[in-house]
């Protein structure tokens, strides 16, 4: 079976490191302004790309940054400031949409993939693009058995891209899905005079709303169904069906969410690939991984349009259906490398021996692990409270790290 690669999404420096420490073979990631995800992170900024380069190349990782919004004239200088910065700071390729960008790309020599924004479809469209590109991400709309005949099609025709290469096929894995075919949704521009296409979609799609007939006055309260809000995409229970079609690359969502779902996503598919690889993929492992999925961010999972479903399914609530949360509890203060001792200032609630925590920080990237042993203000102890000096056995820390107490969701 062919060996998929498996790209992490990354919104900020915690989650890069997420995703380079549970095993992403690639990360894509938005700069500033000229991106999907321009509202919803933090994002980097064009001076990052050195770093970025650096700490993902010695880690033999791809990167990827994503240049897909819709693009005008004023934005033209800004989108070659940033290619010229991807060739000169070794970043892989990137991700586009407008056929600005695919140009002035392919005239620096910077490797392009296609953007879902395009709604590629089928083998023709796969023909014109690859006069620019060498991979292509697909339309989420397809079924699996659509995806195999564009993947043996390219086989069979010996479709190649500028590197001389096939056209590799990727799609998205798992994450959210947007109402809208291949993500073009004007809703936001409409309400907020606020473009999804731009990066900026305020989410109207995610409320509750009441729908009411004009002529009769009647109302009709939509129950328990978010109808623009489609529940997450999951593919790891089927994701030797996925192998199968002939993609190359498995795209996981989520530039807007936190760091522990990107590890945690991360790790999982990880195991599921290299359980594919290896023979060992089997349904009692994936029980396993769909806990680990549900205990962080999600609005509950389908199986999106691969499996041949025509409707999609929704969300019956606003927020996520994550089995565990996280509560604030402390700021990094000292690290100590010698015993390997983290000390943290603990700023709001107590935290107590045996509990589940996680340690989040732009150079730490993500620590999840059990307290086994505490100490409070240098002695044995069962607790620790607000003001408190805490410290553990621990990975190296931060004083720009936070510590968080994981607690079973109530809402769930």
């Known amino acids: 079976m062919q060996k998929i690669e498996l790209m992490a999404p990354c919104g900020n420096w915690e ?48 990167t990827y940054l994503t240049l897909n919004t819709i693009v005008y004239d004023h934005d033209l200088s800004i989108v070659k400031t940033l290619i010229s910065a991807v060739k000169e700071h070794n970043i892989t390729a990137v991700i586009a949409a407008d056929q600005a960008v695919l140009n002035n790309a392919r005239t620096a020599g910077v490797e392009v ?41 390219i086989s069979k025709e010996d479709v190649r891209g500028p590197s001389g290469n096939l056209i590799e096929i990727e799609i998205f894995g798992h994450g959210a899905l947007c109402m ?39 109302e009709l309260e939509i129950d328990n169904q978010y109808i623009m809000s489609p529940k997450d995409l999951c593919t790891i229970y089927f994701l030797d069906q996925v192998a199968d079609s002939g993609v190359k690359v498995l795209k996981i969502e989520g530039r807007g969410r936190a760091p522990e779902y990107v590890k945690t996503t991360i790790e999982t598919y990880r195991e599921a690939i290299d359980a594919l690889q290896n023979g ?65 200032l603990v700023e709001a609630q107590k935290i107590k021996k045996g509990d589940k925590i996680l340690i989040t920080g732009p150079t730490t990237g993500v620590i999840e692990m059990e307290l086994d042993e ?15 000096q805490l410290t553990f056995k621990c990975d190296r820390i931060r004083t720009t790290d936070k510590l968080y107490k994981m607690i079973p969701n109530p809402d769930v």
């Open 113 to 153: 993939h296609i953007s879902t924004q395009l709604n590629v479809t089928n083998l023709e469209t796969v023909k014109f693009y690859a006069l620019f590109a060498d991979v292509m991400v697909l339309s989420r709309e397809l079924s699996l058995t659509q995806v195999r005949k564009i993947t043996d099609g």
């Open 180 to 218: 809208a075919v291949s993500g073009k949704c004007y809703l936001s521009l409409h309400s907020n005079n606020s473009s999804a296409n731009r990066g900026a979609c305020v989410q109207n799609c995610r409320r509750t709303y009441t729908v009411i007939d004009n002529e009769s006055g009647n």
């Open 15 to 62: 989650s890069m490191r997420a995703a380079v420490m549970a095993g992403a073979d690639s990360v894509y990631f938005g700069v500033e302004q000229m991106n999907m995800r321009a509202r919803a992170t933090a994002n980097f900024t064009v001076d990052d790309l050195k770093e970025i380069g650096e700490y993902c190349n010695s880690h033999n990782v791809r």
């Open 374 to 388: 505490i100490y409070v203000n240098g002695q044995p102890a069962e607790e620790a409270v607000k003001g408190d």
């Open 280 to 344: 060992t993929y089997s349904q009692e492992k994936v029980k396993g991984w769909m806990e680990r999925l549900e205990s962080v961010y999600n609005r509950g999972f389908w199986s999106g349009y691969y499996l041949g479903q025509k409707m999609g399914e929704w969300h019956d609530g606003s927020g996520s259906k994550a089995t565990q949360k996280k509560v604030y509890i402390a700021k990094g203060a000292h690290y100590y490398p010698k015993p390997q001792i983290a000390e943290f």
